[in-house]
């Protein structure tokens, strides 16, 4: 069993695995399991394209999802996060996909279970299934990631993948500005060689523009701008596109703000990679799991068999 | 991909190919699939027989579904239904069941998604797979409808069912007579031929009683009548289903607001088809998935197909 | 068909049968079906063990599930218990697992049905599958039930297994007592034998201590103790432990609220069974599983057929 908590984690050789795994499931290769294994989908916030890819993806693998609805939950009687993951493991799960509001919600778990654990989001923090399908659109555009220049926009500190995207194709190679509303920027967010550039700069001269969702439900004051003005001044707004160079190309993590974050008639235009970047995440969620189950499958330590509990004597 | 919106659409030919497609598979017949495909069921309103209905159906053909609750998914973010569907559409769905309060919510997806639409019921519109279930249980019990007289009574301006159902039926060579309260009918909803009759004629002389359920959440002023009243006034009381003609039958969409369109004690009566219709529209909704996976599944364009989306230079 | 609604209903040969189906499927053995058979889980109240155990024990039979969630079915249009369970029977339901707040929820319809019923909890009242869990749980562990001495500590008074599981440890030859807060017993409480001790003695001199969560949601008036001195007074401390017999085991339903019923430390501690009781669970609803369905599986009454309803003349 191996967890996926954070791409940070990931050595440079672990995600280029996980790429080259997503890209033969995507080119048609198959995994096929000998033996019934369970995973468990437990999202404690919204989701529509992050969950139903993993559904998706479980589906594809022949994998058994025990259906879990927070609302419907123990956890409605006070039940907490680590008693309802060992519950599920001892009900038979072998892994948790936990998107969870709370900030590295899963060091409370982390080397206390036998159930993988793969993390879907957590609070402010990392996304790594996010982070790694933007990387395969990248590299299935580009080939790779050396001197490539990707520009990142918005809503930075709120952002689950803005920092953690940065990082990673920091380690690839490639250059990485960060560019929005200055308030929303400060020195801890700027390290590791990624700078701050304006959006007008930023757009023209980089290789992929990725947008990022205002967080409206993370911000805790509303903010004084409009949408109009949100969009004239940091959003990809048509005459921002018409300045983009040859072959680059626009990421956004979806769902969108249309109009705020992009113009509406960009979302689907020839730069746009935004669907594809969801087709991207169902094989990156499956090769996702293969990794987290390979140890499960080979019956080397499969979570579900019987223990022994030993009396005390 | 065949979308299913409106009865009103479909010609006689197909209504009658679904017809026989659910018959078969009533009678055992099995439909194959060659590789996965995959359903998601967007229910934007509350379902009991329709939901579950397409869930047995699909399970039925082998179809993945990939599970969706609209309270847990982005659309509590703001995420439009055209980029829900585009989501799904994206991670493989090859259809969408959609259920929604707004009269024609397909309008705005309608030549814009490969994701085959299936109308599961738009607010007080249409509900196709409900009328092609009515129709399936009429021809079962008469071998067909040329000649038949069809009652349809009760809550005619709400009903999703009423309208098309008529228009249906009197193409296919029925008589259809509206009956229920007054108040309920003006000039545009008494056309094509259908005509008002008086509840007492209507439930003696027709060979289809179809009962319409009260609609409480839509009517927007609470009804001055008690449901007692109702019963009395316009429901199939115990006195009126006395009148029937021999063969007649009695049916209702349900849920049944039992003792107000009709006596408890007739519910599950001899003359009653209210629980064969539920069986029926296990049948006819696997004839509708058919239909509209049949391109799929054949290969000829499966919308699951990665896809190419060209760089502007 | 056969339903299992209590486990008082139960003979002995028929808990024994179910023991060893259990024990069998524990042990890796298997029963496959010929053909498609569906269950629906009708869970009207919050649980993540039982429902998500009884869908493993589903999977792992390869029976289908039909998905139904209370809050987004007719049930909120106000249709009664009764006739959302003749719809999933007509819709093909082969048995329904029903978790309702009513007591005897059942008695309207028994017998009025042809899908098998299976309570996963009614009120108060009865958990049978819980009961059967515990049961295997002793039985793995001491061989029998005959001359044990089992100790219910808790709120007895609220406990859906605490009074049934009495009742069929003493059938089965064991010695029960109770213990807890002296004002949740009453004359009622006490009867087949079973006696209350004070906590330390029945601690102290049982092989089984089982300890019952204390159901906040079911209190009508707040309890004046804390939570710590609830613990001092009537739960498994640290001290109370030390105590206990060689060879004793612990055993909770869960969830647990740590600290109050049980010291959070001995949760998971050497003598505790409480996650074993929950890997148990699986097997055992798959053997009731097994018992309610067999009749469908060979074919002998398959409520999935079509049904002739005669026309009245």
Known sequence: MKNLLTTTELTISEINEILEDAQYFLDGGTWSLKKNLFVANLFFENSTRTKCSFEVAERRLGID??????????????????????????????????????????????????????????????????????????KQEFGGFNGLKVAIIGDIRHSRVARSNADTLVRLGAEVVFSGPEEWFDDEILENGVRFEDIDTAVAT????????????????????????????????????????????????????????????????ERS?????????????????KRALEQSERGGKDVNTYKEWAVAN
Chains 1, 2, 3 share one sequence.
């Open 65 to 138: 999802t025990i259906p879990f609805e927070v609302s419907t939950s123990s956890v409605q009687k006070g039940e907490t996060l680590y008693d309802t993951v060992k519950t599920l493991e001892a009900i038979g799960a072998n892994a948790v996909i936990i998107r969870h509001s709370e900030d590295r919600y899963f060091d409370e778990l982390e080397g206390k279970t036998d159930v993988a654990i793969i993390n879907a989001g957590d609070g402010c923090g990392h996304h790594p299934t996010q982070s790694l399908l933007d990387l395969l659109t990248i």
């Open 206 to 269: 980089s290789d992929v523009v990725m947008l990022l969702r205002i967080q409206h439900e993370r911000h805790e004051v509303k903010n004084d701008r409009t949408a109009e003005e949100y969009h004239q001044a940091f959003g990809l707004t048509v005459e921002r596109e018409r300045t983009m160079k040859p072959g680059s190309i626009i990421m956004h993590p979806a769902p969108i703000n249309r109009n705020v974050e992009i113009a509406d008639c960009l979302v689907e235009c």
């Open 273 to 289: 990679r935004i669907f594809k970047q969801m087709t991207n995440g169902v094989y990156v969620r499956m090769a996702v799991l």
